[in-house]
């Protein structure tokens, strides 16, 4: 048996179980925790943050009503659909879905940044 | 026997203590400092506040401060105003507005009159932030281009006076400004390092750890909303971009943006859709960056090189390309 | 350390330690980066200078290889190349050390291979932890095992059939073996 002649034996058996075993673990747990790209959006109204919503949780989409502006947020981005202010800007500005992004309503005083939460790399976004 | 085993453990232990302590206290000189942020609206803009090290936690705020009181030099609508007393009155007594006039004069010179700050009246013609904003009559540009003349300017001590007929319009060198004044603000309360953004003209100053490691920041893309054009790494210094991308309206398939050349009346089109100009002065920054576009790429050189600042150019076709010296990354995405 | 050859031994360890640095010398600069593994994750052919050289002079001897390895990278790739070294050596010889008596016994130079390839990877992963204050690096934790698998695996075998042979033709007698 080729075992034999290089000389193996049953502790090696032994660890390669035990490292096999723990690396099938260690691929296997990502699946069980949800996956998180942890952008999240920031609402601030009046110099105030009023929300922070994970947008990487979210399923479907979810609607806020801030000072007049509607704020839909789904799990790739943010957009205002509808405002009360006079040259919509906000409404043209269209979805944002990079960190670092914001839409903002100046007449309501509204601003919805994007973030991420894990490895903030960018410091600024110039535009 | 034993000993000697004993001995190699401890050798191999204190090693390997040393080893992580090494690592530990280089980690320290990565960690960054106690971060504070703040996002709020001055200057009819978003303001943003990234600081490290900030030692009460309350300079944000008194930085916001800086920027709205800012405003009663320069904005144009604010009542009171220096500038809007200027435009209404045709004269004011002001404290900053003069070495503004005065810094912004060699610009609007060696554009050859491309970048005159008298251009609000032009500015107000085109109405650009208006809803059902269109081409103005030829008539009607001709009429006001000729009255956006900044050699009409007068300034003697604080005494700044305009032309019958012109405006004054600061907003293409406001949020550099703001930025100026902001890092000198910050810098004396003893703010560690940070990074500014008023309206998308940007301050990066100081350090956010013990490292010093330098600042990223990403530059928005002329069209496209899910990824940016690129990264600027930087230790210190202001970034501001001008595109065509932010006050823009489009008539029969063309795209009129809101950065005015003086010399034609319409807008710039020197084939650049962004400029980003980065320069240790925030007004200058603000200011080039909109010189840049008007002059074009080719024509901006000498200027930028005359003030060191560096530049990223894009043009409509979706060309990049910098100049000087410059730490820029394209975002490959 | 008792040897009947000093003379010898000195030698051999000085052939050990350049035959160390030139395998690490080739790891590092001709096979530099790895693709999907983070940039540092090597091959470890100089492991198998290290466990033969503690199959003969224990492992004390393994030890100052490791070091000398871990001054090499520091001296020729930097501070962090150094520290992550270390890290890496460190381990893989705590792990040798703890098999070394159990060789020909319950263990073969595979097993030793293998779980000294395993506990290299995680002495530098552990470190590059450490030195980016990062735990998202844990992340890597799963690749670096089922690299060092197969790369334990590699030098593992080739240490099952050259040790044996190096053993009857090298002269070692005359050097005494396995010191406590």
């Not at chain 2, 990403?218 to 065509?244: C, M, Q, V, W």
Request: net charge negative.
């Amino acid at each position: 048996m080729k075992a034999e002649r290089l000389g193996l034996r049953a502790g090696d058996g032994a660890i390669y179980a035990v490292l096999v075993l723990l690396c099938a673990a260690l691929f296997l747990l990502p699946l069980l925790k949800s996956g998180n790209d942890g952008l999240t959006a920031q609402i601030v109204a009046d110099g105030k943050t009023v929300e922070t919503v994970a947008l990487s949780s979210l399923e479907g989409t979810e609607t806020r009503t801030v000072n007049g502006c509607v704020i839909v947020l789904s799990s790739d981005g943010v957009r205002v659909t509808d405002a009360d202010c006079p040259d919509r800007l906000c409404v043209k500005t269209g979805k944002i879905s990079r960190a670092g992004t914001a839409i903002a309503c100046v007449p309501n005083r509204v601003v919805v940044t994007l973030r991420q939460e894990k490895n903030e790399t960018i410091d600024g976004v110039a535009y | 026997m034993k000993r000697k085993r004993v001995l190699a453990f401890c050798a191999a232990a204190l090693l390997l203590a040393a080893a992580v302590a090494a690592g530990v206290l280089w980690q320290k000189r990565t960690r960054v400092y106690p971060l504070t942020e703040k996002t709020s609206i001055a200057m009819d803009t978003i303001v943003g506040f990234k600081l490290y090290g900030a030692p009460t936690g309350a300079e944000a705020e008194a930085a916001l401060g800086v920027v709205t009181s800012l405003e009663n030099t320069i904005s144009r609508y604010k009542e009171g105003s220096d500038v809007f007393v200027l435009n209404e009155t045709g004269r004011v007594e002001s404290a900053l507005l003069p070495s503004i006039l005065a810094q912004c004069e060699p610009l609007e010179e060696q554009s050859g009159g491309m970048f005159d700050l008298t251009v609000g009246a032009l500015s107000t013609l085109w109405g650009f932030s208006e809803e059902n904003a269109a081409v103005p009559a030829q008539s009607d540009i001709d009429r006001v281009k000729d009255s956006v003349d900044y050699t009409a300017l007068q300034i003697s001590g604080n005494t700044v006076m305009i032309g019958k007929n012109q405006q004054l319009d600061l907003g293409s060198v406001g949020k550099g400004l703001a930025c100026d004044m902001v890092k000198q603000y910050l810098t004396s309360a003893g703010v560690k390092g940070g990074v500014v953004s008023v309206g998308g003209s940007i301050c990066a100053f100081g350090k956010k750890n013990d490292a010093g490691d330098a600042w990223t920041v990403a530059i928005k893309h002329p069209r496209e909303e899910n990824h940016f054009l690129g990264y600027i790494r930087l230790k210190e210094g202001f970034l501001s971009t001008s595109g065509d991308y932010e006050q823009y309206f489009e008539q029969n398939g063309e795209r009129y943006c809101h950065l005015l050349d003086a010399t034609t009346g319409y807008p710039a089109a020197s084939g650049l859709c962004s400029v980003t100009v980065v320069c240790d002065n925030g007004m200058l920054s603000d200011a080039l960056s909109t010189v840049c576009f008007l002059l074009g790429e080719e024509n901006s050189k000498p200027v930028l090189e005359s003030y060191s600042a560096a530049a990223v150019f894009v043009t409509t076709d979706g060309e990049i390309s910098t100049f000087g010296d410059l730490d820029f990354t394209k975002d490959e995405s | 350390m008792k040897t009947k050859d000093p003379a010898k031994t000195v030698a051999l360890l000085g052939v050990f330690g350049a035959l160390t640095l030139a395998l690490s010398f080739l790891e590092n600069t001709l096979l530099p980066d790895l693709p999907l593994l983070p940039p540092g994750a090597k091959l470890g052919l100089s492991n198998i200078v290290t466990v033969f050289c503690g199959s003969l002079f224990g492992a004390p001897a393994a030890f100052a290889l490791t070091a000398l390895k871990a001054l090499f990278a520091f001296v020729t790739r930097g501070a962090t190349a150094g520290l992550m070294s270390l890290a890496g050596g460190l381990l893989s010889v705590c792990a040798l050390w703890a098999l070394l008596r159990q060789i020909g016994k319950t263990v073969s130079y595979l097993g030793v291979g293998v779980l000294c390839a395993a506990a290299h990877n995680l002495g530098q992963l552990l470190m590059s932890v450490c030195l980016t204050g990062s735990f998202a690096l844990l992340a890597y934790g799963k690749y670096l095992l089922l690299f060092a698998l197969a790369t334990g695996t590699l030098t593992g075998l080739m240490l099952c059939v050259l040790v044996p042979r190096l053993r009857k033709s090298g002269g070692f007698s005359t050097i005494e073996t396995k010191d406590t």
